[in-house]
């Protein structure tokens, strides 16, 4: 079945520097490609999607680019600040069924 | 719109008894997703609704969960008998249903704790 591998599982940067998270999935017909963010405790909010028409998107400090041939998609962020310390999922859907990767937890260090 | 609305927020029930989830999606939404999460697993997709219709239960785990949608605003999930390894936070979402992606939304969860 489909499958969205995540890495890394855990992610330490110091703040102003940039974050990188990686994904790939297996299904060759999936064409969105959203990612949550998770505080704790909270439901996971979306922050930024892509789809498979485009290659890049980035609003703000936060990028995603997408990779179909090598079935790969990735979230950039730049200048991290405290506040970006959460869980990151990355997903992947090519009908209805949205599958999530396992999740990046990512540390900003003072 | 008040989003995807769930409930209990919090529940813990003794192993044996029955557990039921509620899920109002947000109006106008005509898909609608439960999803377990866990440490160890992640984010798991139980089932999905289309319009109402069960699509795709393959990941519910076993004959004891079962879910159902008997109109466009009301979903449960029913855990009979729960289990300790069913404690978990159980995520409700729901989208409106296109092509191209659907962008869901969450609940706040429901979080579940069998002793």
């Known amino acids: 079945g489909e499958n969205v591998e995540q890495h890394p599982s855990t992610l330490s940067v110091q703040e102003g520097d940039s974050a990188v998270i990686k994904c790939t999935y297996s299904d060759s017909a999936s064409n969105y490609f959203p990612w949550y963010k998770q505080e704790l405790g909270k439901r996971p909010q979306l922050i930024i999607d892509i789809r498979s028409n485009v290659g890049e998107k980035k609003d703000q400090r936060i990028a995603v680019t997408l990779n179909k041939t090598a079935k790969h998609f990735s979230l950039h962020i730049t200048e991290t600040q405290p506040e970006d310390s959460a869980v990151y999922f990355c997903?992947?859907?090519?009908?209805?069924?949205?599958?999530f990767g396992k999740g990046t937890r990512l540390h900003i260090l003072p | 719109d008040a989003g995807v609305i769930q409930s209990p927020r919090h529940e813990v029930t003794e192993m044996g008894q029955e557990v039921t989830l509620r899920c109002k999606p947000i109006?106008?939404?005509?898909?609608l997703f439960w999803y377990r999460q866990t440490m160890m697993r992640g984010l798991e997709l139980l089932i999905y609704f289309n319009n109402n219709v069960p699509i795709d239960d393959s990941g519910m785990p076993e004959d004891r969960f079962s879910a159902k949608m008997p109109n466009a605003s009301f979903s449960t999930l029913k855990i009979q008998p729960s289990e300790p390894r069913d404690s978990a936070v159980y995520f409700c979402a729901s989208s409106i249903h296109r092509v191209d992606g659907n962008t869901i939304y969450f609940g706040e969860g429901s979080w579940l704790t069998v002793v």
């Open positions: 109006s106008g939404h005509n898909s």
């Open positions: 997903a992947a859907s090519g009908d209805d069924k949205i599958i």
